[in-house]
């Protein structure tokens, strides 16, 4: 099978994500299927049918440490919290870029650190806060790239810090911890006091000073801002950190304590705790799709469970010694969590005719996630034949948790208290971004999020073109019903957008009941969602059982990854377009030509104007030589038109170039340039014509102004803007051109050298700076 077929011809981006983020090297589709099911031929069959995919990291690392390669198999981590002295502030850090150099997320909580102004014995005598060294974990994420990924990282916070409400505005700033995720540790207490209207005591005790910090707030103040926050910049996110403790396998164990939450907040951990990821399609369990006797087969889920848990089980125990730290690998072999979880929920539901948030939709997630909990704990009794018990299970804890009680029946009951079990926890939700992406269903137990979309698509010299596009699950019934108009569409099929966000907290509700661990949840709202249905929401989650919960409303002032329209208009200059979007080049633009003099020949640089505007659209540079600095000049310029259209001042883009260093070549010819033309002035009047004209021709056209081709890019610019200003300008000499003839230059530019170096002989290669070149054509064969 090739990935093509697996994936259908025409979904490109999906072979884009498979070949960007899991493919290995040059591995074929099968060989792929053979290293990251490690052999296992039923897990195989599930990833070819689509019915069960492994998390990430396992779809990208499995396998590979027999190539030497230092990665990890689990998806998240939960880092030991910092204790409160530098040297427990300055380990974590160390912590984190060891398990991000391995390929894994992190959370921490911070709430052992001091809050701002307690007293310390050093220089500084009081410290900077808590809150202050979340820059430093943001910081160190930002730092240690992964292939394919950036690192993620979550920090909470309890809500009985001093520094909760520092905590709660540090993403007002844009620019402030932007590589992590940030939530509040809420308890039952704090929302009894936001329902009251009472007061809230924010305390900390330091041990090594014995000092006491307090502060008493209004409680449905602090919950306001919160939400206040939630509605501008979607955080922080919310954990009902009793829910999170009291509902789970390990809930009546004293000696377990959760230590925080990976950066999804899916899966709560202890201290070095880890997880491995895996995720049913549940799309693809649907008797007789679209049908009107459509069903959902249970009979199926309950293999596909069975095997999952195998072969998380397998990935697990061969992961073991693969854990960046010691404390993880100590951590995973006690506790031995896993987290199975689903995707492609509302595909089913529209493959089944049910409409999301229906009392029918939660009655049957209802069914489906007590048939996944219990069949997942049943095979982790199972496996402890093979396995044996986690060395840290204790029975009766496990026997009376309410979760355990709830989620199971007789026959499972019996065998888990004859045999113990292989897993401490068992069940999550996470994102599965990727993975539904990839193969074009909805995550998680997300809604859609449109019925469709707007793409652009950028034709050869950067016009946008938009189109519909319609979400594959529509896509497919409206071919199957012959439905050419999206108002023609059934009701049930509702989104993101048009769910009331009631029925969106009941499903999560449902789905909680069946998960040990959490849920990784987003809910959308649209722009006119107000302040207060804000806090009504989190109200609302609270009381149902929800773990976690953020929300994102739609256009808010942090900008989200899903645009829902993209303004147009007929003036360009008031075209609004979202992040990463490239503005139109107009239709009918004309060019301006400019010969520049650098130090190895002549530099063409193309500037595309609206005369009309006075705007500065495009631009482009071509020369007259060839080789690595004529092809990264090019690049150069591409760069800086994108970045023009991308909406950047192009103030700032020329201060940037201006910045650039000087050019040897620049001043070589220059200071030859000089001296020979000081020689020529000498002896004027006392030499033949034809020998002036001789030492001309050497002379050449002077050096541009400028100390490098980008100063002199930024010279020729800087004199367009004060020429559109009226300003005082140097007149510097330009021809114009058509936008076609530039088309032409930029399609026959690429072919030059390649056309040069197979036409040369390389007879005059010389050594610059390690490489061996040829000053004719431009070849070039480096030394290592």
Not at 102 to 131: F, H, M, Q
Not at 627 to 642: D, E, F, K, M, W
Not at 741 to 759: G, N, P, R
Request: glycine share 8%.
């Amino acid at each position: 099978m090739h990935v093509s077929e697996w994936l259908g011809e025409n979904n490109k981006l999906g072979i884009d994500i498979w070949n960007r983020k899991y493919r290995y090297n040059d591995e074929d589709f099968e060989t792929w299927l053979d290293r990251v099911s490690g052999g296992n031929e039923e897990i195989k069959r599930l990833i070819k049918e689509k019915k069960f995919l492994f998390g990430g990291r396992i779809l990208a690392n499995r396998g590979l440490q027999k190539y030497g390669r230092k990665i990890t198999l689990s998806n998240c981590y939960v880092i030991t919290p910092p204790e409160d002295n530098i040297e427990g502030i300055f380990n974590c850090a160390k912590k984190l870029a060891r398990t991000y150099s391995y390929g894994g997320g992190c959370g921490i909580d911070i709430s052992k650190l001091a809050p701002r102004g307690a007293k310390i014995n050093n220089a500084a005598r009081e410290t900077t806060g808590a809150v202050s060294f979340m820059d430093l974990y943001s910081l160190v994420t930002e730092l240690i790239g992964q292939q394919g990924r950036r690192g993620a990282l979550m920090i909470s916070i309890d809500c009985t810090h001093p520094d909760l409400e520092e905590f709660i505005k540090i993403k007002s700033d844009l620019n402030k911890i932007t590589k992590a995720n940030i939530s509040i540790r809420i308890n039952n207490d704090f929302m009894k006091a936001v329902k009251e209207n009472k007061d809230w005591e924010l305390t900390y005790t330091r041990k090594e000073t014995g000092q006491v910090i307090r502060k008493t707030v209004k409680a449905r103040e602090l919950f306001h801002l919160m939400c206040k926050m939630n509605w501008d910049y979607a955080e922080p996110g919310i954990l009902n950190w009793d829910r999170i403790t009291k509902w789970n396998l390990l809930s009546e164990d004293e000696n377990f304590a959760y230590a925080g939450v990976n950066p999804c907040a899916e899966e709560p951990l202890p201290a070095g705790g880890s997880c491995l990821l895996g995720s049913i399609n549940l799309s693809e369990l649907i008797n007789n799709p679209f049908a009107s006797n459509s069903s959902f087969d249970y009979i199926t889920l309950r293999e596909v469970v069975t095997q999952a848990v195998i072969g998380l089980n397998e990935v697990l125990h061969e992961g073991l010694p693969l854990h960046p730290l010691q404390e993880q690998r100590d951590s995973v072999n006690n506790w031995r969590q896993i987290g199975l979880g689903i995707f492609g929920w509302h595909d089913a539901l529209i493959k089944l005719g049910i409409r999301y948030g229906s009392e029918e939709s939660l009655e049957l997630a209802d069914k489906i996630g007590f048939e996944i909990a219990n069949t997942a704990i049943y095979t982790s009794a199972t496996l402890t034949d093979k396995y044996g018990i986690y060395p840290m299970y204790n029975a009766k804890a496990v026997l009376n948790s309410p979760y355990f009680i709830a989620n199971t029946n007789e026959d499972t009951k019996k065998i888990v208290e004859e045999k113990g079990l292989a897993n401490s926890q068992l069940l999550t939700i996470a994102p599965t971004g990727s993975l539904g992406t990839m193969l074009g269903v909805s995550t998680g137990i997300e809604p859609i999020y449109n019925i469709s979309y707007t793409r652009k698509t950028e034709s050869l010299f950067g016009k946008d073109k938009y189109y519909k596009v319609y979400t594959h699950i529509v896509e497919q019934y409206m071919s199957i019903n012959n439905i050419t108009e999206e108002e023609d569409l059934p009701s049930f099929i509702n989104t993101a957008m048009t769910l009331n966000y009631k029925e969106r907290i009941e499903m999560q509700s449902v789905w909680q009941k069946h998960i040990d661990a959490s849920i990784s949840s987003t809910i959308n709202v649209p722009n006119d969602f107000t302040v207060q249905e804000v806090e009504d929401l989190y109200m609302l989650a609270w009381e149902k059982g929800l773990k976690g919960v953020t929300i994102f409303r739609d256009n808010c002032a942090r900008v989200g990854i899903l645009t829902n329209d993209i303004k147009t208009s007929d003036n360009s200059e008031s075209m609004e377009l979202p992040r990463g979007f490239i503005e139109d080049v107009p239709e009918g633009l004309v060019y301006r030509k400019y010969k520049l003099r650098n130090g190895c020949g002549n530099l063409y640089f193309f500037v595309g104007v609206d005369e009309v505007d006075k705007k500065i659209y495009d631009v482009f540079t071509n020369t007259n030589a060839v080789g690595g600095c004529t092809i990264n000049t090019q690049a150069n310029s591409r760069l800086l038109s994108a970045a023009i259209r991308g909406g950047i001042p192009i103030e700032y883009l020329i201060e940037q170039l201006e910045k650039s260093g000087s050019c040897a070549s620049y001043q070589k010819l220059r200071g030859i340039q000089t001296g020979m033309t000081k020689v020529r002035n000498m002896i004027l009047n006392e030499v033949p014509k034809e020998t002036i004209d001789k030492i001309d021709e050497i002379i050449g056209v002077p050096v541009s102004e400028g100390k490098s081709c980008p100063s002199s890019i930024a010279i020729v610019l800087k004199n367009i803007l004060k020429e559109f200003k009226e300003e005082e300008y140097e007149d510097i000499p330009y021809n114009i051109i058509s936008k076609e003839e530039v088309i032409k230059v930029k399609a026959e530019s690429a072919k030059v050298q390649e056309l040069k170096i197979d036409e040369c002989q390389h007879k005059n290669m010389r050594m610059t700076e390690g490489c061996v070149i040829c000053p004719d054509c431009g070849y070039s064969k480096c030394s290592d």
